[in-house]
């Protein structure tokens, strides 16, 4: 009987977090990506008694999952294809926050809308909290203390990967440059020239998700680059969302979000990009011009942010797919592999019913708390290999 028959078979009979004899071998995953969606399957899958490595090649939350906004909302995917999976995650983050006394800031806010205008005579009127500019108006309340939240998105993802470790799972620093086969069936990873085994093997790389293309039959994703600057405000600003919209003088759009965080910091986003994606994580650096931009509307919406000190400048790209949702499922064609990428904007959000609903798949044969057939993978038309070779040079 192979390692992954014996280890599904121990899974399904609800021995998971049974003592075993110690001919047993427990199922080993390998996942490929230490961001929050590699680290919450990581977290599921040890939980629930399976060996599990996370590869990582640069460091755990390098990437988007320690430079997001961290906010998280029950509803706001209601009506849409995630609306499972993201009210799924928002009871599930209450729980985590719980159940692994998590240090990593959760805590539920009130979430408002507004408008900045051009001058102090330009915005519309309304109610407007004392720490923002004259030229803010408030224009309605998006979210209460019931629906909406957030977490320090580095702290949860490095919180995640303690939990797991806690229960087993190991983290080794490497790049994976391929993956072992034997016919189809997928048995193992190529870790820097060495070979790693293992029963399944779960593609968590986000928007470097791409790169795998060139060894699976997977979808093109792609990476969509944001700013954002991090200020020292202390307990200057109430812990209260802000989402605003503001035109420039150039006719371009900007949408701040503004999160104030239990740490003592505030932590706002703007300005996307289509720059291309580098090769390696931590080559990705902020656009030219683009934190100047990004200051100078910080202090635009609140003297405080003007005048607070800067204690990070930051860009990251979330990976999108070509339908805007997810994939998360197994990998056709190709037994043993899995992949998960593609959260766009709520990846820390979604992070753990997807890291639940791998676990349930890859140990059950089949997912229990949400339904994914929205995120199969097979939806879409997979890469040409040939192409991403082009798009591997172009981006280098
Ligand atoms: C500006 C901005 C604000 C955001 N705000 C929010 C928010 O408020 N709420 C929310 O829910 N979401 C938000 N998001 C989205 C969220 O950050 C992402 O969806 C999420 O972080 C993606 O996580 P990931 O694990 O898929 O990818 P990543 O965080 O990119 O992690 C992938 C990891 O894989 C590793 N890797 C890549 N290739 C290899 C390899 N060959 N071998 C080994 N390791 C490899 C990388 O080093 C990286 O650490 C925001 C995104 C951006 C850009």
């Known amino acids: 009987m192979s390692n992954l028959r014996r280890a599904l078979t121990r899974a399904r009979s609800g021995a998971g977090q049974a003592i075993e004899s110690e001919a047993e071998p427990h199922m080993r995953a390998l996942i490929v990506g230490g961001g929050v969606i590699g680290t919450s399957i990581a977290y599921h899958l040890a939980a629930k008694g399976a060996d599990v490595i996370v590869i990582e090649r640069t460091a ?53 809308g507004g408008v900045l205008g051009r001058s102090s005579t330009s915005a519309p009127r309304g109610a407007r909290p004392g720490w923002l500019s004259p030229n803010i108006s408030i224009h309605g309340q998006l979210g209460s203390m019931d629906t909406t939240a957030q977490v320090q998105p580095a702290a949860f993802t490095a919180g995640m990967m303690r939990a797991a470790e806690a229960r087993g799972a190991e983290l080794r620093l490497g790049s994976v440059t391929g993956l072992l086969q034997r016919g189809e069936d997928v048995v193992g990873v190529d870790l820097d020239g060495e070979v790693l085994e293992g029963d399944a093997v779960v593609i968590a790389m986000g928007p470097w998700s791409v790169l795998a293309a060139q060894w699976l039959s997977l979808p093109p994703v792609f990476g969509l680059k944001g700013h954002s600057v991090v200020f020292a405000t202390g307990t ?34 703007a300005i996307s990009s289509e720059s291309p994606l580098p090769i390696e994580p931590d080559l990705v650096v902020p656009d030219d011009g683009a934190i100047d931009r990004l200051k100078a509307l910080c202090a635009r919406i609140s003297p405080i942010l003007a005048s607070s000190r800067v204690l990070s400048s930051q860009a990251c790209f979330r990976p999108v797919t070509q339908d805007g949702l997810p994939l998360i499922g ?19 959000l979604n992070a753990p019913a997807t890291g639940e609903a791998v676990a349930e798949l890859i140990l059950d044969g089949a997912t229990r708390a949400v339904d994914i057939t929205s995120f199969d993978p097979a939806r879409l038309e997979a890469v040409d290999p040939g192409r991403i070779t082009l798009t591997r040079r172009r981006l280098g």
């Open 60 to 112: 755990i939350a390098c990437a988007a999952s320690g430079k997001s906004g961290g906010f998280l909302a029950m509803d706001w995917c209601d009506g849409t294809p995630l609306m499972h999976l993201a009210r799924r995650s928002f009871a599930l983050h209450a729980e985590l926050a719980d159940e692994c006394n998590g240090e990593w800031g959760y805590r539920r806010m009130t979430t408002y």
């Open 236 to 269: 200057a600003i109430p812990s209260e969302a802000l989402f605003l919209e503001y035109a420039e003088d150039t006719g371009s759009i900007l949408s701040p979000e503004i999160f104030p965080r239990a740490d003592g910091t505030t932590y706002v986003c």
């Open 330 to 348: 197994a990998i056709p064609g190709a037994p043993g592999a899995y992949v998960a990428t593609g959260h766009s904007v709520w990846g820390i």
